[in-house]
């Protein structure tokens, strides 16, 4: 079976048998997605929920071709709900409140609009080593390990981010512009583990910003105060 359409008016909790071999699903009624059967994750490529307003935690981790995602209306994506949809190349989604790791591991996602996602979560995009562009313009909050491992990642602005947590950039080897102007603290292991194109110059933060001093290398290295 090529599509499953569904025709539930509520919950989908779990799409068990019926789409085992489907690779695109359709539900023009549901409104929430709770789970989703594991044996699916192997084949599924797209989904199109049209109503969905919320996504469960985990529900499509680790499905693996998932190529495509429509969810025109979710207001909330749970924790680790697209971990490891390792064919994910772009998201554009409306949802205002997104879990831990929702996108971490997503191998060859390249492209993330968030626009109205209040915070950049902890592992949101950890180890999603081919993201390049992420746009977050409301964000207030950039949480542990969110761009950890996004090597690909060369610049990015969060105009309206007040406070960036541990190992936020860790390891983002080509990160060379991070312009946060509404910065107010910083976690001195924000940008350890091998961001070596960042300098002095190159992390615009205004001059009011707390960092921790334990780290010389944050203080006297990385940032550059306006």
Known sequence: TEIYTLSLHDALPICANPCRAAKHVICEHCREVLDFDDSVNSVLESIWLPKVTRVGPNCFQDCSNLRHI?????????????????????????????????????????????????????????????????????????????????????????????????????????LETVSLPSLKSVDHTAFDGGCRRLSKDKIFAPDHAKRDRKSTRLNSSHVRTS
């Not at 994506?77 to 998201?91: E, K, P, Q, T, Y």
């Not at 993201?131 to 602005?157: E, H, I, N, Y």
């Not at 969060?158 to 190992?167: A, F, I, K, Q």
Request: charged share 10%.
């Open 70 to 174: 429509s969810l025109p209306v979710v207001k909330y994506i749970g924790d680790g709900a697209f971990r490891h949809c390792r064919s994910l190349r772009s998201v554009s989604l409306g949802a205002r409140d997104i879990g831990d790791n929702a996108f971490g591991g997503c191998w060859q996602l390249q492209n993330a609009s968030l626009p109205l996602a209040r915070d950049v979560t902890g592992g949101i995009f950890h180890q999603c080593g081919s993201l390049k562009t992420v746009s977050m313009p409301v964000a207030t909050r950039v949480q542990r390990s969110a761009f950890q491992g996004c090597t690909s990642l060369t610049a990015v602005s969060l105009p309206v981010v007040t406070s960036v947590g541990p190992y936020a950039f860790c390891a983002c080897a080509n």
